[in-house]
C-alpha cells in the first residue's frame, strides 16, 4: 500500500470520527491503535513506551499546580476584586470598565492560563454589572471575550508548559518570550476600545468621578495578585525556582488569599483539586496518543513527505506562514487549542526550523494564532463558553461583538513575525 493512500486512511479516519462526535483522545489513539497493527506490524506495547517516556517530565508536574492555583483564586472571590481595582485605576480612560475588563483579564489570565475559563468567569460575574450599568452589550461581549485570549499568552500559560514539554523546550524561555506580544496585545485591545467609544459614544454609559482616596484604593484590589504574579515569575526568570517550584509557591499563596478573603474552606480546595486533576487527566493522555501517531508518521516516512511538500508551496516564506496559521485558525474554530498544537507539531516543526525560526518564537505564535480560532465562528470555543453563561445572546451577536477586535490580534501577529525579536529578545536578555 503506498504511503499517499496509507495517510489518507489515518487523517481521514481521524476527522471521520471527529465529525462523528468523537472525543480527540479517542480519536488519535484509535487511528494510532489501527497504524500500529495493521500498517507498522507491531504491538500495543508502543502507546506504554511512550508514556513512560514523555510524561517522565519535571516541566509537565507544573500544569495541575497552575490549574490548581487559578480555580482558587476564581473561587475567592478575586475576579470581583480585581476588577474593581482596575476599573478605579483605569477611570480616566474613555472606554471606562469596557477597558478595565481587558486588562482585569490580562491579570486574571496570568493565573488561570486557560481562555475559556477567563472568558466563563468574567461573563458570569462581570457581563452582568457591565450590562446593569448601561454598557451596550456589543462592546461588554467582545471586551470580556477577546480578553479571555490574553489567558493563555501572558505568563504562566498552561499551553506553554505543555508545548515546552513535548518539544523539550526550556519553559522559563517561553513564559519570557510571552510577555512582549502579550503587552502588546493588551494594549492594542485598549486602543480598539477608544476608537469604538470615540465613533458611538453611546456605547458606554457616563462614568461617575471617582476621588483620589477611591483610585488609591484600587492599589490595594490589585496589589495581592499582582504581587503573587510578580513573585511567581520573579523566581521563574529570576532563575530561583523551576516553573513547577514556582507553581507549587503559587498554589500556597492562592489559598492564603482566599482565607484572607475569608472564602477558604475544605469545599473549595476539594473542587480546585478535583478540577486540576480532571483537566491534567485530559492532557496527559493526550500528549501520549499524539506523540503515537507522530511515531507512526515518522516511522513510514510521511512527516518528512508532509513537511517538503510545506516547503515546497510556492509562496515564499512568508506566504508558507500565512498558509499555517490560516489552517491553524480554521482547526482551532472546533478543536481545543492543546489538541492542535500536540497533534500538528510533528509535521509543522520541521518546516518552522527549515524557515529560520526558533521553537521559542512559534511556542507563542501557536498560542497567538490558536486563540484567534477559538473567537472564529461557526464553531469557536471561547463562543460556546460565552453563550453558555449568557445564553439571552445568540452565538452570531457574540460572535459578531468580537470582529472589531480581530485587527488587534491579526497586527500583533504580523508584528511578531516579521519581527520575531518581539519575541525572542526578552528570552535572550534573561537567559
Known amino acids: 500500500m503506498s504511503l499517499g493512500l496509507v495517510a489518507i486512511i489515518l487523517v481521514g479516519g481521524l476527522f471521520l470520527l471527529l465529525a462523528m462526535g468523537a472525543e480527540i483522545f479517542v480519536a488519535i489513539s484509535t487511528m494510532g491503535a489501527l497504524a500500529l497493527l495493521v500498517f507498522l506490524g507491531q504491538s500495543l506495547d508502543q502507546f506504554a513506551y511512550t508514556g513512560w517516556s514523555e510524561l517522565a517530565s519535571f516541566s509537565l508536574t507544573a500544569v495541575p499546580l497552575f490549574i490548581f492555583m487559578g480555580a482558587m483564586f476564581g473561587s475567592s472571590g478575586v475576579i470581583r476584586t480585581l476588577f474593581r481595582g482596575t476599573d478605579k485605576l483605569l477611570s480616566f480612560l474613555p472606554g471606562g470598565m ?75 524561555r517561553l513564559f519570557a518570550g510571552g510577555v512582549v506580544p502579550g503587552l502588546i496585545l493588551a494594549f492594542l485591545y485598549l486602543i480598539t476600545v477608544l476608537v469604538l467609544v470615540k465613533v458611538q459614544p453611546d456605547l458606554v454609559p457616563p462614568h461617575p468621578p471617582i476621588t483620589m482616596r477611591e483610585k488609591l484604593s484600587g492599589f490595594k484590589d490589585v496589589l495581592p495578585v499582582v504581587s503573587i504574579i510578580g513573585l511567581i515569575l520573579g523566581f521563574i526568570f529570576g532563575g530561583v525556582m523551576t516553573p513547577t517550584e514556582a507553581a507549587s509557591i503559587g498554589a500556597i499563596l492562592s489559598m492564603a488569599l482566599a482565607a484572607g478573603y475569608g472564602k477558604l474552606n475544605r469545599h ?115 463562543l460556546f463558553a460565552l453563550h453558555g453563561v449568557a445564553p439571552q445572546y445568540s452565538l452570531f451577536t457574540i460572535a459578531r461583538a468580537a470582529l472589531p477586535f480581530y485587527p488587534a490580534v491579526l497586527i500583533t501577529l504580523a508584528l511578531c513575525t516579521v519581527y520575531p525579536q518581539l519575541i525572542t529578545w526578552l528570552p535572550q536578555l534573561l537567559f
Open 98 to 172: 469596557a477597558s478595565s475588563s481587558i486588562m482585569a483579564s490580562a491579570v486574571f489570565g496570568a493565573i488561570s492560563g486557560s481562555s475559556i475559563a477567563s472568558v466563563a468567569a468574567f461573563g458570569n460575574s462581570i457581563l452582568p454589572e457591565m450590562l446593569r450599568l448601561g454598557y451596550k452589550p456589543r462592546l461588554a461581549i467582545g471586551c470580556i471575550l477577546m480578553g479571555g485570549t490574553l489567558s493563555v499568552l501572558i505568563p504562566p500559560s498552561v499551553i506553554l508548559i505543555v508545548y515546552g514539554g513535548y518539544q523539550q523546550v526550556s519553559v522559563p
Open 268 to 382: 473549595i480546595v476539594r473542587e480546585a483539586a478535583l478540577g486540576a486533576v480532571k483537566v491534567t487527566a485530559m492532557i496527559m493522555p493526550l500528549i501520549v496518543v499524539v506523540k503515537v501517531f507522530g511515531y507512526v508518521f515518522n516511522f513510514l516516512g510521511a512527516t518528512e513527505v508532509m513537511s517538503n511538500l510545506l516547503m515546497s508551496l510556492p509562496f515564499g516564506k512568508y506566504g508558507i506562514l500565512v498558509f499555517i496559521f490560516v489552517i491553524y485558525i480554521i482547526l482551532g474554530t472546533f478543536m481545543e487549542g492543546i489538541s492542535i498544537m500536540l497533534l500538528s507539531l510533528a509535521f509543522v516543526a520541521p518546516v518552522i526550523t527549515n524557515l529560520g525560526f526558533g521553537y521559542v518564537w512559534f511556542g507563542v505564535i501557536i498560542v497567538i494564532v490558536n486563540e484567534l480560532g477559538l473567537v472564529t465562528p461557526p464553531f469557536g470555543l471561547n
